[in-house]
């Protein structure tokens, strides 16, 4: 089985910035992309941004410019800097990995989900 835990949410004022984290763990032969998805309350959830193993990304148009993606493979791990945050980005953020298990088994793995509030 393959594990994800995020961190780095929280309260923020509008114009802030945060830094989420998310570390894949178990077994794990190969990541291939990974992702960041949010759901604000109401609505359904939506991609945020994904990078693949090679480094390409990938944004959701309202986050262009102010969001970036990256990771480190070596740790396995995806990171969303989020600055300039706005009201409108309060939500659950969930990160996201597939790729391919020790057995040689196709996983699609999600975190548990981390809150970011954007308010004053």
């Known amino acids: 089985q393959v594990q994800l835990v995020e961190s780095g949410g929280g309260l923020v004022q509008p114009g802030g910035s945060l830094r989420l984290s998310c570390a894949a763990s178990?077994?794990?032969?190969?990541?291939?992309?990974m992702g960041w998805y949010r759901q604000a309350p109401g609505k359904e959830r939506e991609l945020v941004a994904t990078?693949?193993?090679?480094?390409?990304?990938n944004y959701l148009d309202s986050v262009k410019g102010r969001f970036t993606i990256s990771r480190d493979n070596a740790k396995n791990t995806v990171y969303l800097q989020m600055n300039k945050l706005e009201p409108e980005d309060t939500a659950v953020y969930y990160c996201?990995?597939?790729?391919?298990?020790?057995?040689?088994?196709?996983?699609?793995?999600w975190g548990q989900g981390t809150l970011v509030t954007v308010s004053s």
């Open positions: 990078i693949t193993s090679g480094g390409s990304t």
């Open positions: 996201n990995a597939d790729g391919l298990g020790l057995r040689r088994n196709l996983f699609d793995a």
């Open positions: 178990g077994s794990i032969f190969r990541i291939n992309a």
